[in-house]
């Protein structure tokens, strides 16, 4: 009973995986919650249909003016430089490591389109932060060549008047739709 041991099927063999093996299997592929700068990357070559998953603030910490004055300093050299950065980001520990870019933001962008807006730790005490987004592994990325529309579906001006004709007698008046009547 001692001897029993887990295996783990590869191909037509069974491979034995002891405890030992596998906490170390398990050492080696967890990662404790950080953020790595892989690089730089100029604006121009981040574009915007890449980002995905939620945007987050990077700030430093709430009590340490030294991890604020580090955050703000370096957000201010990239953003002089037109660079975002590249970066490594594992949420919690033990999740798995996405791809992300950090993009250098200032209290005053943040400001003009409502971001942030009642949240005084963000705005009043940082001055200078990140967005951190995520970017897609190179595999997730597809082009997709858009396909040309046949010529002999467009139809003729008869009938684009007629399409155009149906769409202007389904619009309503501003004046007869009143959501407080409903």
Known sequence: VENIT??????CDLIPVGKMD??????????????????????????????IGSALAVVGGKES??????VASIARAMEE??????????????AEPVLG?????????????GCF???????????????LMQLPFAEDVQDIPPSKVPADI??????ATACDELIDSLILPDDDFRSADI
């Open 6 to 11: 887990n295996a783990y099927p590869y191909g």
């Open 22 to 51: 596998m906490l170390g299997i398990k050492a080696a592929f967890s990662s404790p919650a950080c953020i790595e700068m892989l690089g730089y990357i100029a604006v121009s070559d981040v574009p915007i249909h890449l980002l």
């Open 65 to 70: 003016n030294k991890s604020r004055v580090a």
């Open 81 to 94: 430089k037109g660079v975002y950065g590249l970066c490594r980001f594992v949420k919690t520990d033990g």
């Open 101 to 113: 870019v950090l993009i250098p933001k200032t209290d005053d962008d943040s400001n003009e389109d």
């Open 117 to 131: 807006g009642g949240d005084s730790y963000l705005t009043d005490d940082v001055g200078k932060y990140f967005i």
């Open 154 to 159: 467009y139809g003729d001006n008869n009938e």
